[in-house]
Structure formats: structure tokens, C-alpha cells
């Protein structure tokens, strides 16, 4: 009985994945502006694709004595993804000294060969900064990942040097720079320029051109000791995260606490650099209170001369307690980047034409791995606006968006007839996310409905189609066809409108997760997940924040059941457990409150302790 009730449940869910692409599809029969608006977000956050660009000239022996600069390289590749990034190494002077092509990170020993390249680079006499912007781009071009978030980093100490027996002059020089520059502009390769001027002949402004051309920033400095930390804020920058600073501390030879706070568990990496110009050990403390082995599972150490760097992966919510041991009386600045996967995207419009004074309703919501995070906890301490950029006079209004604990919710209204550009910035301590851009037309001044919000407005597209269709038909026997055909599309509407609502029921209570560790039997802290956020169905793995390591618990399903029960069911590969014994998940598994489940995950080992609590 309970695998028939089941199989109506997964019969009506599979309807209900039908349903939105009907809409949708009705949708963009109606309005040909929708098109241009369902899709209107950024891109998620993903791997890298970066060529480091090195000036290996004779002159950075002066500006850079102690090579903190290949030391801040180093840290980069370290503050990368430990799976999927690419990094391309480009050491130039006058010519390509050597050269590195994308090479894609998949474990510890890749990130060390890369390392070890640049421990070996040496150096020459001359310098042409064109030389080396050119061969970065053509790195990018023959291996970025279009899927990839490519960039360039260069790091140079002053102008071109060039060499005089050669016949290269700076007008071919510059020409040469000028359309390598065009090329990353236009594949949207952006270049982050490090200027070391520690000779206080720095031409900033090459730099500084580099950058705002293609999209990245410019940063320099008079002592290389400010390189580590200049690459932890191109990394932030990069991929829309803030640098979160801990407190600095002076050494006194014993160890002193520093707490590092995990702000929710949507992080899926945390950074913990240390810089110090001496030796540094470190020991690692959970929110639970229990010690963590550095390195470890869920830890990674990389070291070098500078800095130490650890990297908590998918690191549980709350406060760590980092203890820091130096040498009596050395600076240790300590830096904290964390890294989402997370998106944020706009709701879409009913029409991108509107008239001077409509009001437009605008809702934007958080997305992870691609499904909408309905938890409240990672959007508590956000803030965001609207950036309505008037494409006709270049001015830019902040409207401040309302938090309603799972969507960011405000209204626009349009000033006069022109055109502007929608787009929502949110953010709080340690990342901010921007949306992708919508376009509107308030041009010709006719269209619109005097208060138009998403699912509610009327665009001319859709004026000029039920124009054509409330034309008479000159054959009587055609108009009932219409109107039969009108009056059936509406009873399929109702009809689906009804199991859509039934689909949609919420869920109450909450769950009690904890996660075993299948080798050293060590159990996280528990964590309590109410379920009144989600509709219709959810996963064990968005239950989990969507963490990347277990993400095979996406195989089970929880749906409503009558009388404030759970239905559970689990797809191929996943055991569960009840009172020590498996189950049949895979036909449907009913909980009440109070039940308690175990959800064994072989491929990583790891066990997911379960309590059903109304």
C-alpha cells in the first residue's frame, strides 16, 4: 500500500516537472520579451582559469631582494580550488624566458609542480611588457575552459627596457601591447597589474591602463612585503569575495588564540593565510571544542618562507579557535577569505517596455549548484540593492531591497521614458554577489500597465497578440473551435493549477543531522535544519547546504506525508538504516516524530545521522 501511495506521489511529480516548461513555453509564445529576461543572471561561481605573468627582468633583484613576490605566487595557487582550477605560469623580460601552459588542478602534487616552476625561474636584461601580456593571452586562448572564469595577474616593476641591438622600438612595443589588450577585452580576459615601485620610477599608468581596459584592478606598492596580501585581495576580487581580517598579533614565543568564524554552511572553503617573516606553527580547534589535525582529512597546510596557509574544506558553521605560536616579538598578520558557490539572480520580467511612472516589483533570490537556497541562515546578514543605471543620462540609483529571509524584494519605478539597465548587488562581510543585467524600454512611452510587477505586466508583444487573436473569425464554426479550445486550455489550467498545489505542500518540524566519519568514527556537531522553508520536495544534499563532498546524498528524496509525516525515498547506492537494520528505501519509507534514520554514503564513508523532530 505504502509503494502505491509512493508511486502516485512520483507520477504527480513527474507532472509537475512538466508544468513550468508548458508555462514557460506558453510564455514566450505570448511575449517575445520574455526570452530576453528568464535568462538574466550572472553566471555561478566557478573554477579559474589564470595565467600568472611574471617580469623576471635583472631590475627585480633590487625591487624584490627576498623573491616575496614568486612567495606571493606561490600563495595564490594555494588559495585555489583543490580540484578543477587552471593556472599558467608566463615568465617574460624582452623575449618568453620560460613558459607554462594550462595545467588543470587535480591534487596537492599539481599545485607543488606549479610551485616548483616558479622556484626555478630565472632572470635576464632586458624588459617588454608587451611581449609578456601577448603570449598570456594566447595561454588563455589555447586552454581556458569556456566554463572557466579566465584571468591574468602581472606582476612587473617599472617600464619597458628594451634592447637596443635588437631594432625593437617602443612604438611597436606599444602597438603590439595595444592589440593584445583588444584580444583580452574582447575574449573578457581580465588583468589584475601588481606595479612594485621600489625605486619610485613606476609608470602606474601603463598599468593602471591594463586594467581598467579589460575589467581588472590595479594595485602597487613600495615593498614587496605587501605582495601576499595584494594576491588574497585579487583572489576575493576575483570571484566576488571580501577578505575577512583577523586580528594581527605580535609573537611571544607561546601559542595565542585567534578565532576564526565560519559564518554559515553554505562555505565550501575557507582561507587562513598567516604571514610572517618567521617560523609559525599552528593548532586547529572545531566549533564542537574538539582538536583538528593540521593537515588532515578536511584540512590542507601548505607551507613556505612567508606564510602558512590552511584551508578548511566545507568547514562546519561557527567558531574555530586558531592557536598561532611565533618567534618572540615577530608580526604574524593573519587574513580569512572564504569561498561559495553561489549565484544570485532576478527574478524575471513579464516585459522589458514600460512608460514614465510604472512601478516595476523586482525579486531576486540566492542560488547554490544551481537550486534555490531556501534557508534563512545564509541570508540573515545580507544586505542588497538595485542599481538602476538610466542608459540616457549615465545615472545610477541605489534602491535598497527589502530582506524578507529568502529573497531580496523591492520596487522600481521608472522616472522618465528611457531606457535603463537592472541589475542587484547583495552582499555581506565575506562575499557579495551581483545578478545579471536586465534591460527595459521606456522609450515610446505607451507601453505598460501603470503598476507592473514580474507575472503581472503587459508588454507590446503581448498587446499585439491578443489583438490578432480577439479578431472575429469570418466562419462562425472557427470562432467555436477558438472558443472551445480557449475554455479547454482553461480547465487544463485549473486542473494542473490544483495538483501544482498539492505539490507545493510545505513541510513542518525539523531535523536533527549529524555526519560520521566512516575511518576515524569521529561525528560532527549536530545541526537543527527546520523544514518549513522548502515546498513539495527536497534533497538530503540541499538539506546539507549542497556540500560538494556528499553530494551523493542528493539520491534521497523527502516529500510530505499526511499527519506531519516524512516520506523518504532512496535512490541506487544509498543505504538507510532504521533501528540498526536497512530498509527498502528505494519503495518509500514513511517517519514519524522521533524517528531516527541512518543514511550510509559508501563513497566517501561517511554516515548521515538523521532525527525527525515535529
Do not use: C
Not at 44 to 72: C, F, G, R, Y
Not at 198 to 217: E, F, M, P, R, V
Not at 571 to 579: A, L, M
Amino acid at each position: 500500500m505504502l509503494h502505491k501511495h509512493l508511486s502516485k506521489r512520483i507520477i504527480k511529480s513527474q507532472i509537475f516537472s512538466i508544468v513550468p516548461a508548458l508555462f514557460l513555453a506558453l510564455s514566450l509564445a505570448i511575449s517575445p520579451y520574455a526570452a530576453s529576461t528568464a535568462h538574466a543572471a550572472a553566471p555561478a561561481p566557478s573554477q579559474i582559469d589564470a595565467v600568472l605573468l611574471l617580469d623576471v627582468s635583472n631590475s627585480m633583484n633590487k625591487s624584490d631582494k627576498n623573491k616575496i613576490a614568486s612567495e606571493a605566487m606561490k600563495m595564490f595557487i594555494d588559495m585555489l580550488s583543490t580540484q578543477g582550477d587552471k593556472v599558467g605560469i608566463v615568465a617574460y623580460t624582452d623575449k618568453v624566458q620560460r613558459e607554462k601552459a594550462l595545467l588543470q588542478i587535480s591534487s596537492a602534487s599539481d599545485k607543488q609542480d606549479l610551485k616548483d616552476f616558479i622556484e626555478g625561474l630565472d632572470r635576464g636584461a632586458y624588459t617588454d611588457i608587451a611581449v609578456g601580456v601577448e603570449e598570456a593571452v594566447k595561454v588563455l586562448q589555447n586552454g581556458s575552459d569556456p566554463t572557466h572564469e579566465p584571468m591574468i595577474v602581472m606582476l612587473a616593476d617599472g617600464n619597458n627596457d628594451l634592447n637596443e641591438a635588437t631594432g625593437r622600438t617602443q612604438s611597436e612595443s606599444d602597438q603590439e601591447l595595444n592589440e593584445a589588450v583588444e584580444v583580452a577585452k574582447k575574449n573578457g580576459y581580465p588583468i589584475y597589474t601588481i606595479g612594485l615601485n621600489a625605486n619610485g620610477k613606476l609608470n602606474k599608468q601603463i598599468l593602471a591602463d591594463l586594467s581598467n581596459k579589460t575589467g581588472g584592478k590595479a594595485f602597487s606598492t613600495d615593498s614587496a612585503d605587501d605582495l601576499p596580501q595584494i594576491l588574497s585581495e585579487i583572489f576575493a576580487s576575483h570571484l566576488k569575495l571580501k577578505i575577512v581580517p583577523v586580528q594581527s598579533i605580535t609573537a611571544n614565543g607561546s601559542y595565542q588564540d585567534v578565532t576564526v568564524n565560519v559564518p554559515n554552511a553554505s562555505v565550501l572553503e575557507a582561507n587562513i593565510s598567516i604571514m610572517s617573516s618567521q617560523p609559525v606553527t599552528a593548532k586547529l580547534t572545531d566549533p564542537s571544542g574538539q582538536s583538528v589535525a593540521i593537515p588532515s582529512g578536511d584540512v590542507l597546510l601548505s607551507k613556505s618562507k612567508t606564510y602558512s596557509l590552511i584551508k578548511l574544506l566545507t568547514p562546519q558553521q561557527g567558531d574555530w579557535k586558531l592557536q598561532v605560536k611565533g618567534v618572540a616579538k615577530d608580526k604574524i598578520d593573519i587574513n580569512l577569505v572564504f569561498n561559495y558557490d553561489l549565484e544570485l539572480k532576478m527574478d524575471p520580467l513579464s516585459s522589458t517596455s514600460y512608460k514614465k511612472g510604472d512601478k516595476v516589483d523586482i525579486a531576486t533570490h540566492l542560488f547554490s549548484n544551481g537550486t534555490q537556497v531556501t534557508l534563512s541562515n545564509l541570508y540573515q546578514n545580507m544586505k542588497a540593492v538595485l542599481l538602476a543605471t538610466d542608459m540616457d543620462t549615465g545615472n545610477v540609483e541605489e534602491i535598497p531591497l527589502d530582506n524578507s529571509g529568502d529573497v531580496f524584494k523591492g520596487t522600481f519605478e521608472v522616472k522618465d521614458n528611457h531606457n535603463y539597465e537592472l541589475k542587484v548587488r547583495a552582499e555581506e562581510s565575506s562575499f557579495y554577489r551581483e545578478s545579471g543585467t536586465i534591460k527595459i524600454n521606456a522609450k515610446n512611452g505607451s507601453a505598460g500597465t501603470g503598476s507592473t510587477g514580474a507575472g503581472t505586466g503587459t508588454g507590446t508583444g503581448t498587446v499585439g497578440a491578443n489583438e490578432e487573436l480577439a479578431e472575429p473569425s469570418t466562419s462562425s464554426k472557427a470562432l467555436y473551435f477558438i472558443i472551445a479550445g480557449v475554455l479547454l486550455l482553461l480547465a487544463a489550467g485549473a486542473a494542473l493549477w490544483l495538483l501544482w498545489k498539492k505539490s507545493n505542500r510545505g513541510f513542518v518540524g525539523q531535523m536533527v543531522i549529524e555526519v560520521r566519519d566512516g575511518n576515524t568514527g569521529e561525528k560532527t556537531y549536530p545541526q537543527y535544519k527546520k523544514l518549513n522553508g522548502f515546498r513539495g520536495k527536497f534533497t538530503l544534499h540541499q538539506l546539507l547546504q549542497l556540500a560538494p563532498g556528499l553530494k551523493e546524498s542528493e539520491k534521497l528524496v523527502f516529500t510530505p506525508g499526511k499527519n506531519d509525516r516524512l516520506m523518504v525515498q532512496a535512490g541506487d547506492g544509498i543505504t538507510v538504516e532504521r533501528s540498526g537494520r536497512n530498509t527498502d528505501a528505494s519503495r518509500g519509507l514513511e517517519l514519524k516524530s522521533g524517528d531516527r534514520i541512518s543514511v550510509l554514503l559508501p563513497s566517501v564513508d561517511k554516515t548521515i545521522l538523521i532525527e525527525y523532530l515535529v
